[in-house]
């Protein structure tokens, strides 16, 4: 089995699609609307077995989970503990894992993750809690800390309810690809894509932590209930290989399918990828959509290697989409009807052509020009997503508007910051920032933690990563006074995994929206995990425009990192010349303060979209930037 990193955009590697009859779940799963909902629900089975346990004078022993994705459980169990007398007095914890090497303190340690996002709201025992240590001389002492921990466990009785994430490597807890099933609490090697993930929680690649001690498989299927919870789009590949695989090391998740009482409970993005869903007409009849035709027939077209066009009615029926011609079409007409699906969603005037027929085209011809408002939730993701066809809205006349929502500090280099101190030194002028930032200067230099957290390095680094994308911005053709950017609080006083949005960001994004009034929206991440910069950008917007509704009937979502669409997900695709790639990545490389901005892979992206697009027979272009339509009513 392929990496899930490595898959193509059709989700199934070739080899796997003939089998794909058999591969279906394999494991109990629910999945919700949104994230909050599952949260919700989880939150109330541990609630019921705190209580339960309460009445007969038991302890309940829970296992617990960091990451994002636990948080709206610990958020919910926090509420039920204020708002309803839920008491902890009678729980111990196990938490999963913790990384090596780092103090208690750290910001990233699971230690003051665990304090912070739960055991300092509830009324948990002191000597209750216990996570996993990684610190020791030797590898003996570590050995012998892990079967001290096994012990603990089991004599505390065992794990009542076991909580779970998942990472993309397939992972639980830090059971990595190649974990046994058999495998005990124990020091790991964290996995490269691990590593990644983390890498703008830890301020770049290389301060993440290579090792951490995880409990092992066979300690989490010990438990007697596991809820598996995952959110957003940049899951679905794994929970899909995870649920509807054979089990294997390669994706330690899938060993959850052997246990008789664990659950995967997703939201709808993170379920995006089962079958159930994706190819549903494998799973049931269905009633077609032309949406879904589109979707299905796509499929077929590269199941088959073969342009849409080109699709006889043996394709149809090899690929198990027989009656879609029954239905009294045939492949020709099917094949035509499709094609020109694909083909409307091109348009070189992403704002609506003036005086074109309309009927066809993604974007309405009128107002024009229009008002266009492109929202990011951090800084730069606008530039990235949509740089050339933002280049376009200014070129074909229409009044553009940038609002960049957070400042987008986290995401900023320490170096960059001690760059412009010693720029300003050189100048004569550090005393101001010097006195400022006190003995953080130091801190980066050595890229401690706390040190990118403090307000004033904060402040510096939004100053540097504005005026890098004030650059990148005119680059395509954007002056700065169309720019603003709101530095939204949630973000200020939050971090990476662990944000909390309060009504004062929710006014902010109102306020301007009512202020700016535009009749075309722009914004990233309707699918994106919701704890993410983006998914909250999107749900603040969504939010913003249900109270001061837009003249337009829809908005649209542009591409954001990792969540690559898929052509038959794609309502308009704005195809990109050379001459203007070479323009967005021109302005892409003006923004060299942002950790892990891997300009190349980003252009790459835009030209493997366009190949897609090819592929099915339609045009071949150079890159293609690429947006779906979220109905205003939906939002
Ligand atoms: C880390 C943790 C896992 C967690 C995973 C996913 O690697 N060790 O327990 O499931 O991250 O994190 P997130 O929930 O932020 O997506």
Redesign the pocket.
Known sequence: MGHPSQRCWKGCSRQTVDDMHDRYEKIPVQVYPEAGEAARRVAAAIAGLIRSRQEEGRDAVLGL??????IPVYRELIRLHHEKGLSFCNVTTFN??EYSGLDTNHPESYTRFMREQLFDHVDIGEGRTNIPNASGDSAEELENKCAAYEQKIRDAGGIDIQL????RSG????NEPGSPVTSRTRVVTLDRI?RL??SADFQGFHNVPRT?V?MGVGTILEADKVFLLAWGKG?ADVVRIAAEEPESEVVSASFLQRHSNAEFVLDKAAAGDLTRLRYPWLVDSISWTRRMKRRAISWASGKTEKPILKLVDDDYNESGLGDLIVEGENSYSLNIATFNDFQHTITGWPGGKPDANEETRPEKSTPHPKHAVIFSAEPQDALVGMGATINRLKEQGHHVTLVALTSGNLRVRDQEALKLIRCLKTLGQSEQVSHQLGDHVERLQVSHAEAALNPEVRKLKSAILRAEVVDSASALGVDEEALQFLNLPFYESGRF?QFHVTDADHEAVAKLLEMLNPNLVFVSGSVA?P?SPQGIAFQLVAAAIRKFPITADHIWCYRHREEALKPYEIDMSVPISPLQHELKGNALQRLRAVVDLRNEESLNDDRSVAAAYDELGLAEYEAMEVFQRVKVEKL
């Open positions: 989970a960091t990451g994002s994705t636990p999963l894992d779970l994430g998942i990472g992972h639980i807890g830090f691990t993930d983390a951490a995880t899951k995994r995990d704890m």
